[in-house]
């Protein structure tokens, strides 16, 4: 071969292997090397789909689609993702020819033979995909966050390929259906009804959605918009006192957000659904939200916090509207970016909407516990994480993006300013309207409005994991103080700093003095403290804003009851209960004796439910089983007499729960159960349906000695959705072992875990500390089934399985066994490591608390 050929040869095979470089592989899932691939290659995307859904849920759903998009030209086959199995794609036409099909690694492939520069159309029959499309005897609905669009119908499965939807559905004459746009019309042949809907906004595939079934239409119009809420429900009491609550709540959120963020609601509709047992509290379908319907529907026995909560599930998903729906991260590493701003503007709508609500309080109580859930644990996971394919995204969901994202939000509009933040949120928002953006994009635009170093904070609050601990030296002279220091460190001994404000109390008999700490060096003097008069003790955090495991003075223990600030009550508790699973300052013992004692006195409904959680943890889960009922018997005692004492309804309701929780003790068990049966509440409790449902199953869960007890309560329920519920549960909770070792073993089956809702209350009755002798025995097989459950279930449920599994054990072995577990298998998924490490982290600080000395 002479110069010439030597040199083609060699521009040729450069050539290929820049080609090959470039060309994404065809693998399982959706690789970011193919999303990126195909962001270069496809724009103009446009869906039309037709499902033909049955009456019976066993049966097939025979579909069709066509997709119309514009190409530029690659050598690669065009790759469309579909998780089903080849024999569910019946024929392919692409630009009205029909091609052979061909299938690989849940990808249709399309050879670019067939395929011109510019706009394309693909027909495609088929069989739409089961496994996301939530089919029950007489209703389904989609959910399809965060790559499960795939697996109902060929589609490109990525945020950053957004498209317009336009929908049509058969369904039987009396069903209810709702999309993403509204209905342009329908036809009726027979028994079955043809729904046809307009053209969607453009959306990314995981907001695609739609609702049919034997649903009740409700449509109000508030501020000019109108509103339809499908439901189930059939409690005549709830929809009363609920349905006007929940329409004024969604048009308030809606006009706090449109002034906020200076743009109008950006879609076309605004409906929701409320779906009996849905797998989370909301999901933001544009156009089309839908919630579990336990969140929306509340009685006359509700307290504060639930319609608190209430209002904070429908801003949350409101949020999304703009933050998620309009503006959407462009993969799903960006996963939290989302997150975190619904939550944030769900704080500062619940605010200004819910006229009772304590803002910061509420904030408190909702976020930190359940970062620190996480964050304390070995498996701990950062904010931001790397994702290689989608199908592992599910994994990225959990305590760290849903709450300490906001917390770390919060340091951020501390750090710049409320209008500055603002500012750059309206920018960012008008900017990346309908498209797509990244973290990055946004730290650039507030990098513009800041003089802080916003790229050293990022880096330690999105990118590393854990918490900071605190210590501190407060010298005293002449009965003043001479010298107050805070030093702070990583909790596992590692110089980093974590950059924020927050405050520490000083704390005199007759007044409190709030000082703030600027912690932006290892060490911080405050030089403002000396001088002043050395207090009674000092509260750290006490306006409830720092992130991190704070230092506790011994001699506020005593004097808790005292304080007068709920936030910095809040704060204290919290503080308490991370000393105390550190192993510090405080035993279990002695913080349950705390806690039982403030029962009676903290006035605060948010606070009195933290109490009430933490206590009842130390019961179940930090006391010996052999000293368990001594301080259940006292708890028990303090909790009926604060009930009895206590005026406020919810209140009142929150410290039964409490007693309900840990009830042990012969005179306890004797009371639940004639308040379950005589169907009487205690004075000034309301009870309702579900309320006596929980009774009956803390009955059966203690095995009282009465037969029948679940068999009448299902007697007595009418909805139906929620019979379904109870009777999934019963064998869960029988008190015959080989019908709880057949339950368990039935969960093997794929399709005995479809309602993933029902299976975690079952796993936590099964898995309940008065059974966990006998349900041990679960424990290797469930570890086993968790990377199925990741594989085949929503994105929360590998979380919670493992979670309602594990919580409640507390033995050296049990924590043994977990470790084994995890060192029999070196090359195991690393994002289920951190998932089981996570859940393991009681079982591992009890084994150590409990039981070593």
Known sequence: MNRYGITLFLFFFIAMLGNAQSTPAIEAGVSQTLAKARRQQISQLAYALKFDIPAQKNQLIPASETITFTWARTTAPLQIDFKEERTHIQKVSVNKKEIPVVFESEHLLISTAFLQPGKNTISIQFTAGNLSLNRNDDYLYTLLVPDRARTVFPCFDQPDLKATFQLSLTIPTNWQAMGNAAVKDSSIAGERKTVNFQVSNIIPTYLFSFVAGKFSPVTRTLNGRPMTLLHRETDTTKIRLSMETLFKLHADALTFLEDYTQIPYPFQKFDFAAIPDFQYGGMEHVGAIDYRASALFLDNGATRDQRLSRASVISHETAHMWFGDMVTMRWFNDVWLKEVFANFMADKITEVSSADANYDLQFVVDHFPAAYAVDRTEGANPIGQPLANLKEAGTLYGGIIYHKA????????????????????????????????????????????????????????????????????????????????????????????????????????????????????????????????????????????????????????????????????????????????????????????????????????????????????????????????????????????AMENEKAPGKKKLLFRLYQNIALSSEAKDRLYAIWNEQKAPAGVTLTEDDYTSLALALAVRDYPVEGILTKQLARIKNPDRKKRLTFMMPALSGNVAERDQFFASLANETNREREAWVVDALGYLHHPLRTVTSAKYLPKSLELLDEIQRTGDIFFPERWVSSTLSSYQTPEVAQLIRKFLADRPNYNPRLRAKLLQAADKPFRASKLVYQP
Not at 475 to 492: N, P, V, Y
Not at 493 to 514: C, I, N, S
């Open 406 to 641: 906001p917390i770390m939000m919060r340091q951020l509009e501390r750090l710049m300013g409320k209008t500055a933040l603002r500012d750059g949120l309206r920018e960012y928002l008008k900017k990346y309207a309908f498209g797509n953006a990244t973290w990055a994009d946004l730290i650039a635009i507030l990098d513009a409005r800041t003089p802080a170093d916003l790229a050293a904070w990022n880096h330690v609050w999105v990118s590393e994991t854990s918490r900071p601990k605190f210590s501190y030296q407060l010298d005293k002279q002449a009965g003043k103080i001479s010298r107050f220091t805070i030093s702070q460190m990583g909790e596992d001994g590692t110089k980093r700093l974590w950059p924020q404000g927050f405050e520490v109390a000083l704390v005199y008999p007759d007044h409190v003095e709030e000082l703030t700490v600027p912690m932006n060096q290892a060490t911080v003097t405050l030089t403002e403290a000396v001088g002043k008069a050395a207090p009674s003790f000092v509260i750290f955090n006490s306006s409830g804003q720092g992130y991190g495991i704070f230092p506790v003075d011994t001699a506020m223990i005593s004097q808790l009851g005292t304080v007068k600030n709920p936030v910095t009550r809040a704060a204290a508790y919290i503080n308490l209960y991370e000393n105390m699973l550190s192993g510090q300052v405080v035993s279990p013992v002695k913080l349950a004796t705390v806690y039982q004692s403030l029962l009676g006195k903290e006035s605060e409904e948010l606070n009195l439910r933290l109490l009430a959680s933490q206590l009842a943890d130390i019961v179940w889960n930090f006391t010996k089983p052999t000293n368990r009922p001594a301080l259940a018997a006292s708890v028990e005692k303090e909790a009926w007499q």
